[in-house]
């Protein structure tokens, strides 16, 4: 907190990034919007692909150290995607063009919204909130109204678990 990174490391990393063919910078950028870590059936429905025809390109970033497989036996999900450092992942979104952006967490929140039930509803509302500064006009304040229906949905969702510490900071972006 407080450390600025020198431009010459986001330098470097863009470098990187810009060894790789155009469809692996533009996953790589798909899979930036989803946060620092990220599962595959999450990449397939913010790129309209099926989680099969990933595996191959995926396991290529993995292989340039880009990004890594987080496996644990204990979580239902039985692994997901990681970037190797945020860093990466930060020159990777900052390089998205705005409409790049919004477009991608729209995406991003229509699936995480498919999943049904609440227990998504944070990530939900943090995809509609990017992809709202990502818009103008009145897409913006459309984006907005969705984002606020679902920070409300994460606070009672984590009021209910008594973790109200959380509730409030879903209350604080609502507003």
Not at 18 to 46: K, N
Not at 52 to 60: C, D, H, N, T, V
Not at 94 to 107: G, K, M, T, V
Not at 109 to 119: M, P, V
């Amino acid at each position: 907190e407080g450390l600025t990174v020198p431009e010459s490391l986001h330098a470097v990393i863009g470098a990187r990034l810009d060894r790789l063919e155009p469809s692996g910078r533009t996953l790589i950028g798909d899979a930036a919007v989803l946060g620092q870590t990220f599962r595959l059936e999450a990449l397939a429905a913010v790129r309209g692909d099926p989680p099969a025809a990933l595996q191959g390109p995926l396991a290529e970033l993995t292989r340039r150290e880009l990004l890594q497989v987080r496996r644990d036996p204990e979580s239902p999900e039985r692994g997901q995607y990681g970037f190797v450092q945020s860093l990466i992942r930060e020159v990777a979104y900052s390089r998205l063009a705005r409409a790049e952006r919004r477009e991608r967490h729209l995406r991003a929140a229509r699936y995480f919204e498919s999943l049904g039930g609440d227990e998504a509803a944070g990530l939900v509302a943090g995809h509609y909130l990017s992809a709202r500064a990502a818009a103008e006009g009145p897409e913006a304040a459309q984006l907005g109204r969705r984002a606020a229906a679902a920070l409300r949905a994460a606070a009672e969702r984590a009021a209910a678990l008594h973790s109200h510490e959380q509730a409030l900071s879903y209350c604080r972006k609502a507003l």
